[in-house]
């Protein structure tokens, strides 16, 4: 059984390595094979249409199995994203707040909820 604290650290060393280190390999470490290839299918694309994209953990809330994070995140369109060709403009301090299940020192499940609106308008984009 893994403690509250360790559960955090997973939640930051996905962010920390993987999101902001660009370093998927490390998500055999840390989730489960379901949800390392769910991020990796996330995570891959994403960087493409943004390559500087980073997540900055603001706050981590846990209890028991489950972990609430809070994030405001930051990128340049360069490729294109849900169908639209990059515009070249930034987004900065995009509110997301996932809710990650960890089981066995596993990440084994992520609900997420992203502001998309407050992305695209900055990025000039109509959805």
């Known amino acids: 059984m893994t403690s509250i604290e360790d ?25 489960d094979g379901e949800v390392a290839d769910a991020a990796r299918r996330w995570i891959g ?19 028991g199995e489950k972990v609430a994070a809070y ?10 994203w849900r ?19 960890i089981v066995d020192g596993k990440l084994r499940s992520a609900l997420a909820v992203e502001d998309n609106l407050t992305r695209a308008k900055q990025l000039g984009i109509e959805i």
């Open 71 to 80: 994030f405001k995140c930051s990128g340049t369109h360069r490729g294109p």
């Open 7 to 31: 559960n955090k650290t997973l939640v930051r060393r996905l962010v920390d390595e993987v999101v902001n280190g660009d370093n998927p390999d490390v998500l055999d470490e840390i989730a």
């Open 83 to 101: 169908g639209v060709e990059p515009t070249g403009r930034a987004f900065e301090g995009v509110d997301e707040i996932y809710i990650f299940e």
């Open 45 to 63: 694309p994403f960087r493409d249409a943004f390559p500087d994209f980073r997540m900055e953990l603001v706050e981590t809330i846990a209890e």
